[in-house]
């Protein structure tokens, strides 16, 4: 597995990479002055020949999407920490990382490129797109629709049937009890808009 991005959301990847026993090769970042990275080697990008399983490992979600439309002929790999949960019916998509004890639920789907982090919550049938971010101990109950790109905040809450529009934020602790349109960034008990683009 090589992952691209010399982070800190590298170095949990590279613990669940550990922990499922998969080889790292490994790190690609364009900072020509990181040289290693927990032990592990840092090469720029020109200087790789990419044979193998990628993982972009940074966690800014318009970063992720920039980088994988450029390495478009690449193999995704996923990173699925052992002390999750997935149901049998959950879709996980390439590229997408899930931290320890999350929970994905019956008939999820995770999209592209998506982080679901450490104890966060997804319910039956909730439909997480590419390129999201779930942070940690965010609770998404059922039938939850997350579009393209967006931020949920920790601890965050989304009651049932909620749809939540592409490039939004979520700010942290936020409940969520209305729809959110696209490029809203909304916080808060109940969650209230703050910033539209």
């Not at 090469?43 to 993982?55: A, R, Y």
């Not at 965050?156 to 909620?162: G, Q």
Request: glycine fraction near 8%.
């Amino acid at each position: 597995m090589i992952l691209y991005g010399a982070s800190g959301h590298a170095k949990v990847i590279i613990d669940i990479l550990i922990k499922n026993n998969i080889n790292i090769n490994t790190v690609i970042d364009d900072n020509s002055n990181i040289k290693k990275l927990l032990n592990f080697p840092v090469k720029e990008l020109q200087n790789t020949i990419i044979n193998e399983d990628i993982i972009i490992s940074i966690g800014d979600n318009s970063i992720r999407k920039k980088i994988s439309n450029i390495l478009k002929n690449i193999t995704y790999g996923i990173a699925i920490h052992p002390k999750s949960i997935i149901d049998k019916t959950a879709v996980i998509n390439n590229g997408t990382v899930i931290m320890a004890n999350a929970i994905i639920n019956s008939s999820a789907s995770i999209g592209k490129h998506s982080i679901i982090n450490t104890n966060a919550v997804i319910e039956h049938d909730c439909n997480i797109h590419d390129f999201v971010h779930i942070s940690p101990s965010a609770t998404l109950c059922g039938n939850v629709t997350v579009g393209e790109g967006t931020h949920i905040g920790a601890g965050v809450t989304i009651i049932p049937n909620i749809k939540i529009g592409k490039w939004c934020t979520v700010g942290a602790g936020s409940v969520v009890i209305k729809d959110i349109p696209d490029n809203t960034t909304i916080v808060g008990n109940p969650a209230k808009p703050i910033k539209q683009q």
